[in-house]
């Protein structure tokens, strides 16, 4: 980087509240912690007011990201299509899959956390996906790192939805979408966040190949997932809990991208299938089992969009500098 020559209106820093006003120069910019002043020595006053932007003598910067992720393995991914399938068949439901990296043996690995479902019935009868729920994790070995995770939208298109976007606000890594699960290949969309910044990424950039899905899933990543009416779900979580989905369904981000209509299915349940409900208890969430035609007895069913929300604790790119990539602005490099 080029060393600049110095502003025509230099840009001191306050480092602390001892700062000795400088009586020169007559203008001036002050950098504090709440942001960028401009001050005045005048011949009749001294100020000092928030700036309306930088000094113009600054050149201009995007922000981009230039990308050094290891690629999501082909079989890995694969398999976790499979997950995401099985589930999908079965309940309608969407799952949830974080990517951990292995630094000792530098490999990438897949972790099913354990996961509450919901979803909701409409009139018709069919199921459609509502939100996932689950914890991150909480103390992983000091080789292993979270990359990011990946889940699925079922039958809807691959995309970020208002609710992914907030979850993710201080997830920083790999968020990878995948949708339209009845298509082989299926919708794929992935983007890289960092400090709140989100870029748009070719799912090719972070996923080594796709041919076709795995079914052939372990029984663990299948035993993770628990499938819950979201009405019970919503009346069975703890107060403050309920209160805070509450604010969350009034926010901008609910009454846009972040609330879905009716989403198609796989398949769909037959009445012979079962419905898994729970409830809370002081030991936690204790799931229910009982016949799918049965949970019409807690009622009429109403959803919203919740995927990542942790139970208890869950812009598009630019360009880098020139010569580092070619692309326009939209891409990581």
């Known amino acids: 980087m080029n060393t600049p020559d110095p502003l025509d209106t230099p840009i001191l820093c306050k480092r602390d509240d001892a700062l000795v006003w400088p009586t020169e120069p007559s203008v001036f ?12 020595n005048h011949e009749f006053f001294r100020s000092c007011t928030p700036a309306r932007g930088f000094p113009a003598e600054l050149s201009p910067q995007q922000p981009f990201l230039l990308s050094r992720y ?3 393995p082909q079989a890995l991914f694969e398999r976790v299509v499979g997950f995401f399938t099985r589930i999908g068949e079965q309940y309608g439901a969407e799952a949830g899959v974080h990517l951990l990296w292995d630094r000792q043996a530098q490999r990438m690995e897949a972790y099913v956390p354990p996961q ?3 979803v909701s019935r409409s009139w018709k009868g069919g199921c459609h996906p509502v939100g996932l729920h689950y914890d991150m994790p909480a103390q992983l070995p000091p080789h292993v790192l979270l990359l990011g995770d990946i889940h699925c939208h079922v039958d809807l ?27 082989e290949p299926p919708d794929v969309h992935a983007e890289l966040v960092v400090d709140g910044c989100r870029f748009a990424i070719d799912p090719e950039r972070v996923i080594a190949g796709y041919t076709r899905r795995d079914l052939d899933v372990p029984a663990a990543w299948l035993d993770a997932v628990s499938v819950v009416d979201e009405r019970d779900w919503r009346h069975s979580r703890p107060a403050h809990e309920r209160a805070a989905q509450r604010a969350r369904d009034a926010s901008p981000a609910a009454a846009g991208q972040g609330r879905l209509g009716e989403a198609g299915r796989l398949g769909g349940p037959d009445e012979s299938e079962l419905w898994v409900a729970g409830g809370w208890s002081a030991s936690g969430w204790t799931p229910d089992v009982r016949p799918l035609a049965a949970r019409d007895e807690a009622g009429r ?3 919203h969009r919740g995927r990542g929300e942790a139970v208890e604790g869950d812009a598009r790119d630019a360009h880098g500098p020139d010569g580092e990539r070619g692309e326009a602005a939209g891409g990581v490099a």
């Open 157 to 183: 298109p691959a995309f970020a939805s208002g609710t992914d976007m907030e979850d993710e606000i201080h997830r920083p890594g790999l968020h990878v979408v995948v949708g339209h699960i009845s298509d």
């Open 29 to 40: 910019y002050l950098m504090a912690r709440d942001g960028l002043y401009l001050c005045r």
């Open 301 to 303: 069913l109403n959803g």
């Open 70 to 72: 290891p690629p999501i």
């Open 116 to 118: 509450v479902a919901t």
